[in-house]
């Protein structure tokens, strides 16, 4: 696991969009694993610039999203495929018939789940996964306690997650849907390059154990720390908790340029 300090916003943006770029380049019709909230954000934003100055095209690339509510009205404006074509599509030149979620509308949730999976797979596997982190250590919406082996499935919100994304829902927990279709655990492994935004004091604690607790259900993102290639990028904010900050501060000072993401 890599873990980068950003002194700024932009420049974690930066980072990770020259991790697309770089792919994108080598395989155009590269498959993106996107994230909702308001973390990506940064990378989004930069990833438009760069398609809107013409040195970079999404136009044949193909993106998954992690998770989605269960039962908001296909026009909501917090359903996650419509938050993810105003944050990420429509800033980009990707085809929006080539960005798909799981059906949080489906009369057969569970059939909607595997059908999620084998596009995934049909696909050929997502090539870079964009990831947040809630602040009870979740990632896509594996709250704690969720199996490390996981797929695509369907979950009920903590209170915790609920009250966390109530600010969407106008400051309503009791309007956050109690249940989403999320990515397992274990399909978000799959993904071959995981790249973890996070900024912001409130995620410090989940950072901690991301990279330097004990593997356990209880903090599902430290199940990363058993996937071969992840890159985090922190703010100085979200690092405050590391015991090994000076390190991978100094490590990265020292990365060979040869040695990219
Ligand atoms: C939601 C999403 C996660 C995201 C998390 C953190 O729960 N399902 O994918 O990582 O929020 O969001 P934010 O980046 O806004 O803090």
Known sequence: ??????TTPDEAGRLAADAIS??????????????????PLIIYNELGRRVAQGSLSL????????????????????????????EFV?????????????????????SACEAYERAI???????????????DGHIAFNEPGSSLASRTRIKTLTSQTRSDNARFFGGNVEVVPQHCLTQGIGTI????????????RGKAEAVHQLAEGPVS???PA???????????????????RLQLASYYIGTYQGKPSWQGF
Do not use: C
């Open 222 to 240: 430290t199940a990363l720390q058993l996937h071969p290639h992840v890159t985090v990028l922190l703010d100085t904010a979200a690092a405050s």
């Open 22 to 39: 770089g792919l994108v380049r080598r395989r155009p019709e590269a498959v993106l694993g996107v994230a909702t909230g308001s973390s």
């Open 90 to 110: 429509d800033k980009v030149d990707i085809d929006p018939a080539q960005v798909f979620g799981p059906d949080g509308l489906a009369a057969d949730l569970a």
């Open 1 to 6: 696991m890599e873990v980068i300090i950003s």
């Open 189 to 200: 492994l799959q993904a071959r390059h995981i790249l973890l935004v996070a900024s912001g």
């Open 217 to 219: 259900a209880m903090w």
């Open 59 to 86: 136009a044949n690339a193909r993106a998954f999203l992690l998770d989605e509510y269960v039962g908001l009205p296909a026009d909501h404006p917090q359903r996650y495929r419509n938050v993810i074509r105003g």
């Open 121 to 135: 797979a049909d696909a050929g596997g997502i090539d870079l996964q964009i990831l947040g982190i809630g602040t």
